[in-house]
């Protein structure tokens, strides 16, 4: 059986300083996964404030990290650039994972894009990352957007699937 990997990027109390669309219901369907995940993988970003021991570097106090949790930090929106991430993965021996997390526009989006290239099996939670309002778009456009552009990449044989939430806790329970 696949072990069920979710990846959970950049969910920091410095990250959410700025407002982001629909905290509580990003949150509560991210906690939904993490649940029922074999492993739980927890992305933080280090930068300015947000530095390790800090209140702005700890994850988001509504955040279940259920024991066994793994953590990584990165400096970049790639979670896998001059990061163990990709060795970690291949010292579990799992080449699919689900994403979810902030910012759907920075750090999520260039680690979909990235992960999927290095030929990662990857599945959005379509529902379950956010971001902030932007200058020419809203965060909800945003979302939106970024789910479909995952969706129709030009990655042939490898396309992201953009699913829901519930979508991905019915495929893992069956």
Known sequence: MNQRVVIVVDMQNGVFAT????????????????????????????????????????????????????????????????????????????????ICGCASDYCVDTTVKVGAGLGYRITVAADAHTTADRTYASAQQLIGQHNEVWAGLSLPGNVPQVISTAEILAGWAG
């Open 19 to 98: 407002p982001r669309f629909d905290r509580a219901g990003c949150t509560a369907r991210i906690n939904q996964l993490i649940d029922v995940a074999d492993i739980p993988l927890f992305i933080t970003h280090r930068e300015g404030e947000m530095q390790p021991g800090s209140e702005a570097f700890a994850l988001l106090p509504e955040l279940r990290q259920p024991a066994g949790s793994l953590y990584m930090t990165k400096t970049a929106c790639d979670s896998f650039w001059q990061t163990e991430l990709a060795a970690t993965l291949t010292q579990l021996n799992v080449n699919s994972f689900v």
